[in-house]
Every structure is written in structure tokens, then in C-alpha cells.
T-cell receptor, first 116, second 110 residues
Framework: GAGVSQTPSNKVTEKGKYVELRCDPI?????LYWYRQSLGQGPEFLIY????????DSGLPNDRFFAVRPEGSVSTLKIQRTERGDSAVYLC??????????????FGEGSRLTVL | DQQVKQNSPSLSVQEGRISILNCDYT??????FLWYKKYPAEGPTFLIS?????DKNEDGRFTVFLNKSAKHLSLHIVPSQPGDSAVYFC?????????FGTGTRLKVLA
């Protein structure tokens, strides 16, 4: 499709398990973002990729969270030893001109993670 | 430290009337502002944006106003329609990083 695609749309896991969330951005968009949205909150920045490299990972809450984008397109957010507090909707967004007037973010529908 | 604030968690407006959603920011380095609309179980969708060199941008029923001295922006929707009922987020950017507010839930009553 033409939009940002995220899989899975829903993931239920047990505390302590490992989880991977995938994002397929809009073709040609070099900038890719991961955000996390908890109930009643706005999207919270996690990490920003420009091409293959993580240009800013300052929003990752701790070292259990890691993200990759090996070929500059698809990205995977990896969460180790999940905790109940990790439960949220994880949003991926892409942009072709970040920070500029034409650089709006295009979001996927999100992956809802529930840690029991 | 919340750099982008939406102090009204909810707003109800009669169909056909004007909806005004407000947003305040603290970082004077922000120079690009956006509004997003979000329906349940969907990702946020871009609505309208404004650069700091402007004080108004209009797109159909949607107008965004920016007051740089007050570090305040607002989104006006007129006339409001039931389909506008959603959560609205403002976002601000100085470079590549987009900071979002906590959202305002708009309900347009038929």
C-alpha cells in the first residue's frame, strides 16, 4: 500500500518476554520515527532514523528498547524483558523532509502492545 | 517538562458552530507547528501546519493561528461537523524532532 504499514496491529505478551514490532514506511521516505502513545497522552518520541542510522535515540526509555533499520527502509523496534509499563500503542511515522514546512509526519495505525 | 501543552482535555461544540482548540509551547526554537487528528484505533493524520514566519494558515474549514510572542497556537474549525469528532494533537518542531501535546478530544454534537 501507499501508507505506513505496521505489524502486528495487536500484540499480547507476558511479562519478561521479547517483542518485535515492524514498520514499513512510505516508499522513498528517508526519515523514520518511532513514537509511543499511552492512554490519555500524546505521542512520545522514542527514536529517529535518517536512512539506516539512528540519528537520535534519546527517547528510548532504557536499554531494553532497541530499534534497527538495516537497509534504510523497514524498521524493527525490539523490546526485551517486557514489563507491564511497556503496554502502549507504538506508532511509526515517516517523512520525506523532516523539520521543514513540507515535512509532515505520516503515521501508521500503530501496534498495540499489552503486557500481562 | 512538557514543552507542548494542550490544557483542555475535551471540548464539546454544536454542529455548525466554531471549534477552537488551543496549544501552548515553551521552546522558542520551535519554528514549525502542525495539527493532527486521530480517530480511535487509527494513527494520527495530518491536518494543517504553519511555519513560524506566518501567523495564519487556512485550508478550507481549518485555520491555524500562531502567536509567537505568546508561544500560542490555535486551530479553528468552522463550521464544525459531526465527522470532526476526534482527538486533536498539536505538534512542534525545531529540527527533525516533533514534540506532541497531550491532545484535546473534540465532540461535535448534531
Amino acid at each position: 500500500g501507499a501508507g505506513v504499514s505496521q505489524t502486528p496491529s495487536n500484540k499480547v505478551t507476558e511479562k519478561g518476554k521479547y517483542v518485535e514490532l515492524r514498520c514499513d514506511p512510505i516508499s522513498g521516505h528517508t526519515a523514520l520515527y518511532w513514537y509511543r502513545q499511552s492512554l490519555g497522552q500524546g505521542p512520545e518520541f522514542l527514536i529517529y532514523f535518517q536512512g539506516t542510522g539512528a540519528a537520535d535515540d534519546s527517547g528510548l526509555p532504557n536499554d531494553r528498547f532497541f530499534a534497527v533499520r538495516p537497509e534504510g527502509s523497514v524498521s524493527t523496534l525490539k523490546i526485551q524483558r517486557t514489563e507491564r509499563g511497556d503496554s502502549a500503542v507504538y506508532l511509526c511515522a515517516s517523512s520525506n523532509d523532516p523539520g521543514q514546512i513540507t515535512g509532515e509526519l505520516f503515521f501508521g495505525e500503530g501496534s498495540r502492545l499489552t503486557v500481562l | 517538562d512538557q514543552q507542548v501543552k494542550q490544557n483542555s482535555p475535551s471540548l464539546s461544540v454544536q454542529e455548525g458552530r466554531i471549534s477552537i482548540l488551543n496549544c501552548d509551547y515553551t521552546n522558542s526554537m520551535f519554528d514549525y507547528f502542525l495539527w493532527y487528528k486521530k480517530y480511535p484505533a487509527e494513527g494520527p493524520t495530518f491536518l494543517i501546519s504553519i511555519s513560524s514566519i506566518k501567523d495564519k494558515n487556512e485550508d478550507g474549514r481549518f485555520t491555524v493561528f500562531l502567536n509567537k510572542s505568546a508561544k500560542h497556537l490555535s486551530l479553528h474549525i468552522v463550521p464544525s461537523q459531526p465527522g470532526d469528532s476526534a482527538v486533536y494533537f498539536c505538534a512542534a518542531s525545531g529540527t527533525y524532532k516533533y514534540i506532541f501535546g497531550t491532545g484535546t478530544r473534540l465532540k461535535v454534537l448534531a
